[in-house]
């Protein structure tokens, strides 16, 4: 069996980062003049940053919005946000089995490290602006041994890179929708974690 890499979505898989992104979307109304409804964004999260983007504002002013989105990210969404239950001592277990820990997510790269430092989250690889099969490419690099996420893109991210995975529902997808995208387990948050994680250890070991 391959050393232990286990991959984790980060928006409403490690972190609850609803309360922050909302307060986001709100500074970016103010700025703009563009009604976001905040709310209704959140509950949607796991696509890239532009999609839901693109439902408020006009294609010509897409990319502008986003940078405005990203410049107000770090002030508004980073200290409203808090570890998902489970989520530190997920981390912990698997570095107790002598694992190492992926995070790979939409968000770009240097928003999700201050959401992991902020938290005190401490990761060994991080690859971020990616989505669904994209994904993929990253766990592989990583040698990546399972991905736990909370989104059917991430079950389709976990097929494509041909290993099991952990769907959590903590997000936008119900177990059966995660289920359904190829999840080799769902749990009802990562409370759930290292229990899974050593059933399907001991899975590969008698297979």
Same mark, same amino acid.
């Not at 898989?13 to 709100?26: E, F, K, Q």
């Not at 563009?34 to 294609?59: C, K, M, N, Q, Y």
């Not at 912990?92 to 938290?119: N, P």
């Not at 759930?192 to 994680?197: D, E, I, Q």
């Given at each position: 069996?391959?050393?232990?890499?286990? $991959?984790?979505?980060?928006?409403?898989?490690? /972190?609850?980062?609803?309360?922050?992104?909302?307060?986001?979307?709100?500074?970016? !109304?103010?700025?703009?003049?563009?009604? *976001?409804?905040?709310?209704?964004? *959140?509950?949607?999260?796991?696509?890239?940053?532009?999609?839901?983007?693109?439902?408020?504002?006009?294609?010509?002013? *897409? &990319?502008? @919005?986003?940078?405005?989105?990203? &410049?107000?990210?770090? @002030?508004?969404?980073? !200290?409203?946000?808090?570890?998902?239950?489970?989520?530190?001592?997920?981390?912990? @277990?698997?570095? %107790?089995?002598?694992?190492?820990?992926?995070? /790979?997510?939409? =968000?770009?790269?240097?928003?999700?490290?201050?959401?992991?430092?902020?938290?005190?989250?401490?990761?060994? &690889?991080?690859?971020?602006?990616?989505?669904?099969?994209? =994904?993929?490419?990253?766990?592989?690099?990583?040698?990546? !041994?399972?991905?736990?996420?909370?989104?059917?893109?991430?079950? *389709? %991210?976990?097929?494509?890179?041909? /290993?099991?995975?952990?769907? /959590? %529902?903590? $997000?936008?997808?119900?177990?059966? &929708?995660?289920?359904?995208?190829? @999840?080799?387990?769902?749990?009802?948050?990562?409370?759930?974690?290292?229990?899974?994680?050593?059933?399907?250890?001991?899975? %590969?070991?008698?297979?």
């Amino acid at each position: 069996m391959p050393a232990l890499t286990v $991959g984790f979505d980060l928006d409403m898989t490690l /972190v609850d980062s609803r309360p922050g992104i909302a307060a986001a979307y709100r500074a970016l !109304t103010a700025r703009t003049g563009v009604p *976001v409804d905040a709310d209704l964004a *959140v509950s949607r999260l796991g696509p890239p940053l532009r999609t839901e983007i693109a439902h408020w504002f006009p294609p010509e002013e *897409v &990319e502008s @919005a986003v940078q405005v989105y990203r &410049e107000l990210y770090p @002030a508004y969404a980073i !200290t409203p946000t808090i570890p998902l239950p489970g989520a530190r001592e997920a981390i912990e @277990a698997i570095r %107790a089995r002598g694992g190492r820990v992926l995070v /790979v997510t939409s =968000k770009i790269g240097r928003l999700a490290r201050l959401h992991l430092d902020h938290l005190g989250l401490v990761v060994d &690889e991080l690859a971020g602006d990616l989505f669904a099969e994209e =994904k993929a490419t990253a766990l592989r690099e990583h040698g990546a !041994t399972h991905y736990v996420g909370d989104h059917v893109a991430d079950m *389709v %991210a976990a097929g494509v890179a041909g /290993v099991p995975g952990i769907g /959590v %529902a903590t $997000g936008p997808c119900s177990a059966d &929708e995660l289920l359904a995208a190829g @999840a080799d387990v769902v749990l009802d948050d990562l409370t759930g974690f290292p229990a899974a994680l050593d059933g399907m250890i001991q899975l %590969a070991l008698e297979q």
